[in-house]
């Protein structure tokens, strides 16, 4: 009889980041594309150029940056969410997803510190950017560090339906 | 456009220097954005409701620009001093700032920036400067500072929406 895979703690983690990571980052980025809060729906253009300014509250990019940034992060985002639940090259996309969690970190942080009275640009509603905010992020950011990791352990370990190894 | 804005809030300053000028300019004057200012006067500043005061009863003899400007333009000095009455006198002419005087004195403004205040609180504002686009009956809400550049593609955007 076929034995099912063993409920390790280290898979349990990697689901859940799996499943929270992928909710979020698809949720995100559909709301940046089609902005649900705005009725009736804009054009997906003006949609892309509403987030364009959301990019450009932080600071952080010339205008040309900012465009690349907004135009092509919505996407990713949601793209990088499917990856992540199918699973499909599970190390790849968890350090890719990691790596961006990073990125929105330290922006999220360095607007904080600086005082900037912004949104947040996570979301299509207007959430003003608080240590909440940074708390949040600093917790995604953690779970996608933590699932990479267990993902690349995972790999190395042998697979508990394979065959034992000969002596 | 409706700028929820705070004459002594430095990012509405930044908003106002960098980026709504140009919009006037290339916008506003053209008849293709309508510019609203509101007054949010945040409480931890403790002149911003003075200058909202001074820049709406110049606004009322038709010099509301000018006030704007050099309430913005010169934030740094009356913010410490409190000096707004002076501040705008230096950019109005005598007969005009006897008119601004005794509508400030009057007390009918103080109802309007309340107006202005309860209008931003049903938008849920919380910070300034907020501004709140309106377009073929959407709205959107968008809290900081922009860039001209960026603005103007949001706006050519949403102009172009058919």
Same mark, same amino acid.
């Given at each position: 009889?076929?034995?099912?895979?063993?409920?390790?703690?280290?898979?349990?983690?990697?689901?859940? !980041?799996?499943?929270?990571?992928?909710?979020?980052?698809?949720?995100?980025?559909?709301?940046?594309?089609?902005?649900?809060?705005?009725?009736? &729906?804009?054009?997906?253009?003006?949609?892309?150029?509403?987030?364009?300014?959301?990019?450009?509250?932080?600071?952080?990019?010339?205008?040309? !940056?900012?465009?690349?940034?907004? &135009? $092509?992060?919505?996407?990713?985002?949601?793209?990088?969410?499917?990856?992540?639940?199918?699973?499909?090259?599970?190390?790849?996309?968890?350090?890719?997803? $990691?790596?961006?969690?990073? !990125?929105?970190?330290?922006?999220?942080?360095? +607007?904080?510190?600086?005082?900037?009275?912004?949104?947040?640009?996570?979301?299509?509603?207007?959430?003003?950017?608080? @240590?909440? $905010?940074?708390?949040?992020?600093?917790?995604? $950011?953690?779970?996608?560090?933590?699932?990479?990791?267990?993902?690349?352990?995972?790999?190395?370990?042998? &697979?508990?339906? +394979?065959?034992?190894? @000969?002596? | 456009? =409706?700028?929820?804005?705070?004459?002594?809030?430095?990012?509405?300053?930044?908003?106002?220097?960098?980026?709504?000028?140009?919009?006037?300019?290339?916008?506003?004057?053209?008849? #293709?954005?309508?510019?609203?200012?509101?007054?949010?006067?945040?409480?931890?500043?403790?002149?911003?409701?003075?200058?909202?005061?001074?820049?709406?009863?110049?606004?009322?003899?038709? #010099?509301? =620009?000018?006030?704007?400007?050099?309430?913005?333009?010169?934030? =740094?000095?009356?913010?410490?001093?409190?000096?707004?009455?002076?501040?705008?006198?230096?950019?109005?002419?005598?007969?005009?700032?006897? #008119?601004?005087?005794?509508?400030?004195?009057?007390?009918?403004? =103080?109802?309007?920036?309340?107006?202005?205040?309860?209008?931003?609180?049903?938008?849920?504002?919380?910070?300034?400067?907020?501004?709140?686009?309106?377009? #073929?009956?959407?709205?959107?809400?968008?809290?900081?500072?922009?860039?001209?550049?960026?603005?103007?593609?949001?706006?050519?955007?949403?102009?172009?929406?058919?």
């Amino acid at each position: 009889m076929m034995q099912s895979s063993p409920f390790t703690p280290r898979r349990v983690v990697i689901w859940i !980041g799996r499943l929270v990571l992928a909710a979020i980052f698809i949720y995100a980025g559909y709301s940046k594309i089609f902005l649900p809060i705005v009725h009736p &729906h804009p054009p997906v253009g003006v949609a892309l150029s509403f987030f364009a300014m959301q990019v450009d509250s932080y600071q952080i990019l010339p205008p040309w !940056g900012v465009n690349i940034v907004a &135009h $092509t992060l919505p996407f990713a985002e949601v793209a990088l969410g499917l990856l992540l639940l199918i699973g499909w090259r599970l190390r790849i996309w968890a350090t890719v997803i $990691t790596l961006i969690m990073l !990125g929105f970190f330290v922006a999220v942080v360095r +607007s904080y510190a600086l005082g900037l009275q912004i949104n947040c640009g996570c979301f299509a509603n207007p959430e003003p950017l608080t @240590k909440w $905010t940074v708390i949040r992020d600093g917790l995604l $950011t953690a779970l996608a560090l933590v699932m990479s990791v267990f993902a690349y352990q995972e790999a190395r370990a042998p &697979h508990p339906w +394979s065959a034992p190894e @000969k002596s | 456009m =409706e700028v929820f804005s705070d004459f002594q809030c430095p990012a509405c300053k930044t908003l106002y220097l960098a980026t709504n000028r140009a919009l006037m300019d290339n916008y506003v004057s053209s008849g #293709k954005v309508y510019l609203i200012h509101r007054d949010f006067p945040l409480p931890m500043h403790a002149h911003s409701r003075v200058a909202a005061r001074y820049a709406r009863a110049a606004a009322q003899i038709g #010099k509301g =620009e000018a006030a704007e400007q050099a309430l913005f333009q010169n934030q =740094e000095k009356w913010k410490q001093s409190g000096d707004v009455d002076g501040t705008v006198a230096a950019a109005l002419s005598s007969a005009d700032m006897t #008119k601004v005087r005794s509508l400030v004195k009057l007390g009918t403004l =103080e109802p309007l920036i309340d107006k202005d205040y309860s209008l931003g609180q049903t938008y849920h504002v919380n910070q300034t400067p907020t501004t709140v686009f309106h377009c #073929k009956g959407q709205t959107y809400p968008y809290a900081g500072v922009m860039s001209y550049e960026i603005l103007r593609q949001f706006l050519d955007q949403l102009l172009s929406q058919k």
